[in-house]
């Protein structure tokens, strides 16, 4: 997948124009702070969110295009848009996070690429960090369509954290993007190892 060229195209289905709701509502009502990473942070919604509930946020996305649009989305907060990638990410990112927020990232990825996306998240989160993920685990799929967005059950995020996390919160968020009602999970993991 060309990350890139479907934000030069403007086809970028996933972008709703505002932080994930549960996101949104999960952050309003725990205190969260620390330094933040949003991998896949496409135009930097959730970025934008987190660092108004006071996270020293920074996002990373493959696509140049997605981070320069960020930064003209939101020029407050240019410098904190970073184009990398999340298997590789850059030096200085390296376990320098306390909380990594995860809203359709992994979703994105074919599911061959999830040891990655995990690898990269034990790269990039310290010990006794917070990985707080909005997970979209039942995308509505077009018959013989596989994605992306790409299926991904609450039994393989729980097999792809299953050592070294500890689960801190699950639950079934009551709000959503229309259309994402009940095709979500919002579930907190503390990496422990």
Known sequence: ?????????GAVLWDKGAPAPAMKQYLARHTVRGRALV??????HEVALAVEHGLDAT????APTAAAEARALYP???ERFVTGSLFDP???MRGAYDVVLEHTCISGLTPTLRPNYRRGIDCTLRRGGLLIGVWYINPALAPGKEGPPFPFSVADLTALFAEGYKIVEDYMPDVAFPGREGR??????RRVA
């Not at 997948?1 to 195209?9: A, L, S, T, V």
């Not at 991998?39 to 930097?44: A, T």
Request: proline share 6%; charged share 30%.
């Open 90 to 92: 850059p030096e200085e």
């Open 184 to 189: 979500e999970r919002v579930r907190v993991l």
């Open 59 to 62: 996002g990373l996305d493959i």
């Open 39 to 44: 991998p896949g942070c496409g135009r930097g």
């Open 76 to 78: 407050q907060l240019a």
């Open 1 to 9: 997948m060309n990350w890139d060229e479907c934000y030069q195209k």
